[in-house]
């Protein structure tokens, strides 16, 4: 298990709830973010750093909207 530290940034900059540490098994991590409606729709960031290495990587990801489809 390799320690990672993942921030997670709305398209405002601020920090997510979902930044945080983590371990990834295999070299793998797997996350799943449960978006809310309230949630600011644009482009968000998740910045990974590998805490062993120091090595990081950055993508990016667009949330819709999701407002009542009613």
Request: glycine share 12%; no cysteine; charged share 25%.
């Amino acid at each position: 298990v390799v320690p990672l530290k993942l921030v997670i940034r709305d398209p405002s900059g601020d920090e997510s709830e979902w930044s945080g540490y983590y371990g990834a098994k295999d070299g793998t991590l797997d996350i799943q973010l449960a978006m809310a409606r309230n949630d600011t729709p644009g482009m968000w960031q998740i910045k990974a750093r590998e805490l062993a290495s120091g090595r990081q990587g950055v993508k990016y990801f667009r949330l819709n909207s999701l407002g009542d489809n009613n």
